[in-house]
């Protein structure tokens, strides 16, 4: 045998004892996970992921079926509204930009004049929103009750944490939301925020849309057992106290912050907002230490601090002019309110029961000198 021959052979036999290597690798491997069983905790995140995916694929097909039953425009998410096109017109900010009162107004400024003032309305995102309005044929619709969704909604499945605004500052916004809402042209269907129901929204456990029966649960907390029970699900009541109990701990852990209007804009979205700015700077450090204990919370949430006073429902555009008389309006209301300081002296928990009204059951949890200063 030559040379030649003699590196054939030897690299026959690497090869040979490659393959008896790897089949002695896979079925040692196989032996081990037959008696070394996979960790409990990991077995139950993988059922969880597939429960999720097969209620999904079972949502996704009965939907199809009500959308070409009805006729229905709605596109739907799983069992839930589709408000893709509404939360991609919301401004975001980040937790920097919520610090600093000067850049958070910087942000205002340009929701009103680049993007409202010279971009107009943002048809999809008003489209998205009528899903959560009734009577749509009158000039005035009002907000759902989650009880009457397509998918009901248990009482407690949607939760935030809020600030309220003193009942004289709501009041007067009110009628600034009134002189403007007389500034609109025919036929856009406002809705108008009761001063009672005006809040600034500082985290949402769980939304409408995106509802979360355990957001303490960063695999678990998201849509199991929609549809297939028929409901969306309220948490299980010790999930519920827990959750009170983590926001009543960081309300006594953080003072009470002080905000001041800014302006009074109308977005994009539909939406008219009175905008303020915190000049303690402690609420966006709330919202982070919020998160960071509700992993499995939506992941979209507010990121400005704004009360709704009224939302438009008919999706048309709107001619130059008009977004001239509306965004003059404005600024001659906000000259009204601009300026106007108040102290939150509580965070309020919710669990709400119709669409944006934050009507249901509320938990005042003091703030950190609030409290002292009892």
């Known amino acids: 045998m030559g040379v030649r021959g003699a590196v054939i052979s030897f690299c026959a036999f690497i090869v040979a004892a490659g393959t008896v290597a790897v089949a002695w690798l896979k079925q040692n491997h196989t032996r081990k996970k037959e008696t070394d069983p996979e960790p409990d905790h990991g077995r139950k995140r993988r059922a969880s992921f597939e429960e999720d995916r097969n ?85 005035h619709p009002t907000p759902l009750r989650y009880e009457a969704f397509k998918v009901p909604l248990e009482k407690g499945a949607v939760r935030l944490g809020i600030l309220r605004p003193p009942p004289a500052l709501c009041k007067a916004a009110s009628k600034a939301a009134s002189a403007i809402e007389a500034v609109l042209p025919p036929g856009f269907k406002p809705h ?6 005006m809040h600034i929204t500082i985290f949402m456990t769980s939304q409408p849309a995106d509802p979360r029966p355990d957001p303490f649960n960063e695999f678990g907390g ?16 010790e999930v519920l106290a827990a959750e009170k109990d983590a926001f009543r701990t960081l309300a006594t852990q953080t003072s009470a912050p002080i905000l001041e209007v800014h302006s009074i804009v109308f977005a994009a979205s539909g939406t008219l907002l ?44 709107m001619k130059r002019e008009q977004l ?20 939150a002296s509580s965070l309020w928990h919710v669990q709400e029961w ?21």
């Open 55 to 139: 209620i999904k694929r079972h949502e996704t097909g009965e939907v199809a079926i009500h959308a070409a039953a009805t006729g229905l425009p709605v596109t739907m998410v799983g069992s839930v509204p589709d408000m893709t096109a509404n939360w991609a017109a919301k401004v975001a900010v980040n937790e920097e930009t919520q610090r600093d009162p000067d850049e958070l107004a910087r942000a205002y400024t340009n929701m009103a004049q680049q993007i409202f003032l010279d971009g107009g309305l943002n048809l999809p995102a008003i489209e998205a929103q009528r899903q959560f309005y009734d009577d749509l044929d009158s000039t």
């Open 192 to 197: 108008a925020t009761a001063p009672e129901s």
């Open 222 to 237: 998201g849509q199991s057992r929609t549809l297939a029970e028929g409901r969306i699900p309220a948490p299980k009541p």
């Open 274 to 317: 009175l905008c303020c700015v915190d000049t303690s700077g402690v609420l966006a450090g709330l919202r982070t230490k919020i998160r960071k204990v509700f992993p499995g919370g939506p992941v979209k949430q507010s990121s400005i601090f704004h009360v709704t006073l009224l939302r438009v429902l008919e999706p048309q555009p």
């Open 324 to 343: 001239e008389a509306i965004h003059n309006a404005c600024q001659q209301e906000t000259e009204r309110l601009k300026g106007t300081q108040f102290t």
């Open 354 to 374: 119709q669409f944006t009204t934050v009507q249901g059951e509320l938990e005042e949890m003091p703030f950190a000198e609030a409290r002292s200063s009892s």
